[in-house]
């Protein structure tokens, strides 16, 4: 009888699952349209700070 409540899956998971899953689609295509439109590129602090230091002695 035991094994039977272990293949028993209970409405409140599986809803769960389901609308867990369908947020993860949504949040994946979401970053995907920010990343075409902003590009991420890794700007080291220095790089900026050193273009920064060039452009005020202008």
Known sequence: MSKAKDN????????W??????KD???DAMAQR???ALPSKATPVKDYLKKKRAKKKR
């Open 17 to 22: 699952s389901k609308e867990h899953s369908r």
């Open 25 to 27: 689609d949504i949040i």
């Open 8 to 15: 028993v899956v209970s409405l409140d998971k599986a809803r």
């Open 34 to 36: 920010f990343e075409a």
